[in-house]
């Protein structure tokens, strides 16, 4: 079978794939790839749980599980903190899978959702940056030319991320990143065993059950008797509670309100958020550019796509 090659770079306003290129992979590292707010956080939750088996992880998420694509930070010292790690470790990255050196001893653990409602779960979290961070960004966009200032309707920015492409190879995607694009990198190549897909509404309808399919893509065994504290520990209002140790770049004062990190889960909102030109451009772009179980997975989820149906 064809395997994934690196064939492009990505660097952005506040990451760079390079990075990657110093930083060495253990065996049975844990990869956590997602586009942006696909449900990278809970992605990354699940999997320090099930491999801490417990709700008292060793540091903080935002500690322990790093986006090392992420530029705040110098990489040495990023990749410093993750070599002192004794454990199996969590490492986030919001590059497709075309900008990775993939490795077959790692498992990557992908996560979708309805573009849609990634859309507007960006927009909150665009609204929530702190003011040292939006002051990071614009300084970065200026230094490369870019423009600091975007549409403020929500349906003309859903346009320019529909429509803008975020790197000459992609079709759309700017600023913040393609999911279409994100999905497609990965999806051409779903039957790899070390590949594993999560959805974000099936965790919402079944997370004892997906926690339990994600556990055996890990090899790691389920203990009944700790079983449901570690599910309790992955729901959305616990993470909330603790949003501080978990809302990614907390540490680094990268929100005005880190319990805002997990406002809610925004499912389906586009319906009523969405003008039907927005709603309209969407349908026409998604059947052109996604593979039609691709489209179905992402707008509905396992129950009716499973990726690893051959």
Request: charged share 25%; aromatic share 10%; glycine share 6%.
């Amino acid at each position: 079978m064809e395997m994934p090659e690196k064939l492009h770079v990505y660097t952005g306003a506040v990451y760079d794939s390079t990075r990657w290129d110093r930083f060495a992979l253990r065996e049975g590292d844990i990869v956590v790839c997602t586009p942006p707010k696909t449900g990278t956080t809970w992605t990354q939750m699940l999997c320090a749980l099930i491999v801490h088996q417990t709700p008292d992880l060793p540091l903080p998420l935002t500690r322990l599980s790093r986006w090392l694509d992420r530029t705040a930070q110098p990489v040495e010292e990023v990749a410093a903190e993750f070599e002192a790690q004794d454990f199996r470790r969590v490492i986030k990255t919001h590059t497709p899978l075309d900008g990775l050196a993939y490795d077959a001893r790692a498992s990557y653990v992908v996560c979708g959702r309805d573009p849609r409602d990634a859309f507007l779960s960006m927009v909150d979290h665009l609204a929530n940056l702190s003011d040292a961070t939006r002051a990071e960004i614009a300084g970065r966009l200026a230094a490369v030319g870019g423009a600091a200032a975007f549409p403020s309707g929500v349906d003309e920015m859903f346009e320019m991320w529909m429509t803008k492409p975020e790197k000459p190879w992609m079709q759309d995607g700017f600023p913040w990143g393609s999911v279409f694009y994100y999905m497609s990198s990965f999806w051409k190549f779903r039957t790899l065993n070390n590949i594993h897909f999560l959805h974000y509404s099936d965790l919402l309808g079944d997370l004892d059950g997906e926690m339990r399919r994600l556990s055996a893509f890990l090899s790691v065994p389920v203990d009944e008797a700790r079983w449901p504290v570690l599910v309790e520990a992955a729901r959305f209002s616990r993470m909330r509670a603790k949003a501080d140790a978990a809302a990614p770049g907390a540490h680094l004062g990268e929100w005005r309100d880190a319990n805002a990190f997990f406002r809610k889960a925004r499912l389906g909102e586009w319906r009523e958020v969405l003008s039907p030109g927005s709603r309209a451009l969407y349908d026409k772009l998604s059947r052109e550019r996604l593979e039609p179980q691709l489209r179905l997975w992402l707008e509905s989820g396992r129950r009716a796509c499973d990726p690893k149906a051959r």
